[in-house]
């Protein structure tokens, strides 16, 4: 589906996103940036240091010590 740049804009505003990227995955156009973006914003605070994992960060591990499929580090 097409968006348009301002509606874009408008709606990463309206969700209080940290950026807003324009891509395309059929053109393969900006594709890689946003993913970029994304793990640089989950990995690092907004003076560039790495986010330390908390104690609810490391809670999905099983008895087996591997993660939940659902689980995912926020």
Do not use: W
Not at 15 to 35: L, N, P
Not at 51 to 66: E, G, H, N, Q, W
């Amino acid at each position: 589906m097409q968006v348009s740049h301002e509606d874009g804009e408008r709606l990463a505003r309206e969700i209080g996103a940290a950026s807003y990227y324009e891509c395309s995955a059929k053109a393969v156009h900006g594709v890689r940036d946003v993913f970029e973006t994304a793990v640089r914003l989950t990995l690092y605070d907004n003076n560039g240091q790495l986010k330390k994992a908390s104690k609810s960060d490391l809670s999905c591990k099983s008895k087996t010590k591997r993660a939940h499929p659902s689980c995912v580090l926020h």
